[in-house]
C-alpha cells in the first residue's frame, strides 16, 4: 500500500474533531451520491459523536448521503458489540437519518446467506458508478487488520466476491467486506490512535505484505488520521 497522507493531532479528541471536519467537507464537495463505508472498534465513537452536533449535522447531505459498513460482528443489531448499533447509539438515533440511506450488514439468517444479500445490496446501489464508494473509514488492529480482513484467514486471497464471511479468527464470526470492494473507493482513511499502535502503523504504511493492511491497494487516496503516539510525533 501507498503510504498516503498524513493527518496528526496531539490527541484523539482533537483527531475525531479534524477528521470529522474533512468528512463533512468532503460529503458536501461531492456531487451525487456519496456512498460511505463506516467503520467499527472504539476509535471512531467520537467521530460518530460529533457529526450529531451542531454545526456539523446540520451539513450532512442527508439526501445524497448513503452508508454502508465495512465489517460487523455477527451478533443481533440490537448487541453493544454490533458495529452498526455503536454507530446508531453515537450518532444515527440523534439525527434525521432517513431509513433509506442506512444499510447495514444483516446479521438475521447465516453468516454466508448474509454476506451474499449485503453483496447484492452493493452491487444494486452502486451499479455502472466508477467506484463502489466515494469513502471508506477504516481502523487498524495491533495485529495488522484492517475491517475483518485478519490475520492467517481465507478471506484474505478472496478475490471474486465483495463480502464475505470470516467464521474464524475471532470469539464471533465476522462479515467483512473484502479487498476488491474496500479498494474501489475515491478514498481510503485510516484513523488510529494511540501508542501500541504505532509500529503497525509505521509498517502498514511502509506496505509490509504480512499485514493485512498493508495488502490494501486502495484505487483512490489513503489519509492516515493519526494522534501523536500512534504516530511516533
Known amino acids: 500500500m501507498a503510504s498516503g497522507s498524513a493527518i496528526v493531532e496531539a490527541d484523539a479528541g482533537a483527531l475525531a474533531r479534524r477528521a470529522a ?3 463533512v467537507a468532503r ?10 463505508a463506516l467503520s467499527g ?3 471512531p465513537r467520537l467521530l460518530y459523536r460529533l457529526l450529531a452536533e451542531d454545526p456539523l449535522r446540520g451539513r450532512i447531505p442527508w439526501s445524497r448521503l448513503e452508508l454502508y459498513w465495512g465489517d460487523e460482528r455477527f451478533v443481533p443489531w440490537s448487541s453493544p458489540d454490533s458495529n452498526y448499533n455503536r454507530a446508531r447509539e453515537e450518532w444515527l438515533s440523534r439525527v434525521d437519518a432517513p431509513a433509506g440511506s442506512i444499510h447495514p450488514i444483516p446479521t438475521d439468517t447465516t453468516p454466508d446467506d448474509c454476506a451474499a444479500r449485503y453483496e447484492t445490496t452493493l452491487r444494486a446501489r452502486a451499479k455502472d458508478a466508477p467506484c463502489l464508494f466515494e469513502l471508506v473509514l477504516l481502523g487498524l488492529g495491533a495485529d495488522g487488520h484492517t475491517a475483518s480482513l485478519l490475520p492467517g484467514q481465507p478471506v484474505l486471497e478472496e478475490r471474486a466476491r465483495l463480502v464475505a464471511a470470516v467464521p474464524r479468527g475471532r470469539e464471533e464470526p465476522r462479515i467483512t467486506l473484502t479487498y476488491p470492494a474496500l479498494e474501489s473507493s475515491a ?8 501508542a501500541a499502535k504505532r509500529d503497525v502503523v509505521a509498517r502498514a504504511r511502509r506496505g509490509d505484505e504480512s499485514l493485512p493492511a498493508g495488502r490494501l491497494r486502495p484505487r483512490g487516496e489513503t489519509v492516515w488520521f493519526l494522534d501523536e503516539a500512534a504516530a511516533g510525533a
Open 21 to 23: 471536519g474533512w468528512l
Open 187 to 194: 478514498a481510503v482513511a485510516f484513523l488510529v490512535t494511540g
Open 27 to 36: 460529503m458536501t464537495a461531492s456531487q451525487g451520491a456519496f456512498r460511505l
Open 41 to 43: 472498534g472504539e476509535t
